[in-house]
T-cell receptor
């Protein structure tokens, strides 16, 4: 059974500081996604990582993938309040696209 | 471009009552997904459609849940009868095709069963 584990599940951040969220998965996968969800809203696609060593950056967020370690990280640079949300990683288990398997999510709260 | 549309956004019902959710995917997207998201959890797949065919419904509780996607566009997810444990957010997502395409999610229907 594929498991996707995120940590931490909650992260209280100070504005201007750097943080990292980790996403571990238990079996090989073709690709990994990061989504953002604001309270009461749906999921917004942030990144898709396709291969080992892939790195994607958008603003203060940078995602990377190590398929050998089955690990993805989401790095936050100089946190700002607008980044407060819940972030999910999701793993695609095969090209047939059975489903995305989601982690439980990491809830970020940025305070000044 | 319009995103995935879902209705209603909120629904409160008493247990044992039926309920239905509607989804209109992004135009041109052949693959449609229904997910359930429990409080504090990530979404879990209930059923996946390729056009009008349900190709993965292994996680759908078939004793009370049913779904259809007529003409390969809109989809309806039904629960009959609803149980207290069905309280959750029901998310619809679509992609151009299965597998290698990003899934785009709708705003969800928040169901509360009393």
């Amino acid at each position: 059974e594929l498991k996707v584990e995120q940590n931490p599940l909650f992260l209280s951040m100070q504005e201007g500081k750097n943080y990292t969220i980790y996403c571990n998965y238990s079996t090989t996968s073709d690709r990994l996604y990061w989504y953002r969800q604001d309270p009461g809203k749906s999921l917004e696609s942030l990144f898709v990582l396709l291969s080992n060593g892939a790195v994607k950056q958008e603003g203060r967020l940078m995602a990377s993938l190590d398929t050998k370690a089955r690990l993805s990280t989401l790095h936050i640079t100089a946190a700002v309040h607008d980044l407060s949300a819940t972030y999910f990683c999701a793993v695609l288990i095969n090209q047939a696209g059975t489903a995305l398997i989601f982690g439980k999510g990491t809830t970020l709260s940025v305070s000044s | 471009e319009a995103g995935v549309v879902q209705s209603p956004r909120y629904k409160i019902i008493e247990k044992k009552q039926p309920v239905a959710f509607w989804c209109n995917p992004i135009s041109g997207h052949n693959t449609l997904y229904w997910y359930r998201q429990n409080l504090g959890q990530g979404p879990e797949l209930l059923i996946r459609y390729e056009n009008e065919e349900a190709v993965d419904d292994s996680q759908l509780p078939k004793d009370r849940f049913s779904a259809e996607r007529l003409k390969g566009v809109d989809s309806t997810l039904k629960i009959q009868p609803a149980e207290l444990g069905d309280s959750a957010v029901y998310l619809c997502a679509s992609s151009f095709r299965a597998g290698l395409e990003t899934q785009y999610f709708g705003p969800g229907t928040r169901l509360l069963v009393l």
